[in-house]
């Protein structure tokens, strides 16, 4: 896998779910923090979106906030609407094709916004540092840059979601994972200059990136300093300072992260044994493993095998 799929495999759990919510004119409605992302998009009309912490966002028609870290926040029409007009909880409802035309933003008592809503179920007990380092409140509007990309599959999502054509579920839920995606990519691409985000960063270097999309297509192959700044054509001083500045670990201790990382999930998943899960993860023996992963972890792998099983928490 490359990078960005390793990171959203690893951290998915259950199913995603998403549905197509009318809203009238007056209209108030608060989300509480949540353990999953979150994401609005404004199929028709306009909205205010209004963080726990920060200044309120005007949305317009295309516009997409992302929630990576499922913080709390207020969808409302209006920043003058008074509490009273608190909407119930949504509920998916039918709905037009969504048309992405230009067309006038409702502002009027009673007319009409149409979002489209959904969220991710994500594992934050050991999160990767891409996700981690996410801001809370991600937003996309429409009118800056290419956004087809976005439309297209929310278009796909919005259609598939007022269906009942066979194979319906599967396909909600692979758009769902493809609009995770493009919103990643598209954050990425604009935070990837020397003052944004270091792991956007990352990924815009030709060398940290060849060194990265190396150590997660082959994760157990037998990796050196040497090996991989082989792999992004520097020296090996210029490579481990450069991988280091942007990804927050020297190449070594990442491989390694990553690796523990890969034996985390193959124990909540899967009922192989912990010496079968240490020589997945590239250790020759049990008790290596074990040490390694209880400094990683806190715990011993069987233990953190039980704690899963006890709570449900399989993340499939």
């Known amino acids: 896998m490359d990078l960005l799929s390793d990171v959203i495999a690893s951290m998915r759990i259950g199913r995603a779910h998403s549905a197509l919510v009318r809203r009238t004119r007056p209209f108030v409605r608060r989300s509480p923090a949540s353990e999953g992302a979150g994401f609005h998009v404004v199929v028709r009309g ?66 009409e916004t149409l979002l ?59 758009l769902l994972d493809t609009l995770l995606l493009h919103l990643l990519r598209t954050w990425i ?7 944004g985000s270091p792991w956007a960063a990352a990924l815009a270097d030709p060398a940290v990136s060849a060194a990265l999309d190396a150590i997660h297509t082959d994760p157990l192959s037998p990796w050196t300093v040497d090996g991989l700044a082989a792999r992004a054509r520097l020296s090996r001083a210029s490579f481990s300072a450069r991988f280091s ?27 192989a044994t912990i010496a079968t899960v240490a020589a997945r993860t590239g250790y020759a023996s049990e008790f290596a493993f074990a040490n390694a992963f209880k400094r990683e972890f806190g715990v011993a792998p069987g233990r953190f095998r039980r704690a899963a099983t006890t709570t449900g928490d399989s993340r499939i």
């Open 46 to 111: 306009s909205a205010w979106f209004i963080p726990a912490d920060g200044a309120p966002l005007a949305l317009g028609t295309g516009d997409v906030v992302f929630l990576p870290n499922g913080s709390a926040h207020t969808l409302a029409d209006s920043l003058d609407t008074p509490i009273e007009y608190l909407d119930p909880p949504p509920t998916e409802m039918p709905a037009p094709t969504p048309d992405w035309a230009d067309e006038p933003e409702a502002h009027a008592i009673g007319a």
């Open 116 to 174: 489209l809503c959904g969220a991710y179920l994500l594992d934050r007990t050991h999160p990767h540092p891409l996700i981690g380092g996410l801001p809370d409140v991600i937003h996309i509007p429409a009118r800056l840059g290419d956004r087809s990309s976005v439309r297209a599959v929310t278009d796909l999502l919005a259609t598939e979601l007022q269906s009942e054509n066979p194979g319906r579920e599967a396909m909600i839920a692979a």
């Open 189 to 195: 691409s604009e935070h990837a200059d020397p003052d």
């Open 245 to 271: 500045a942007l990804v927050g670990r020297p190449p070594i201790a990442y491989l390694t992260w990553w690796r523990l990382s890969l034996a985390a999930r193959e124990l909540r998943r899967s009922d």
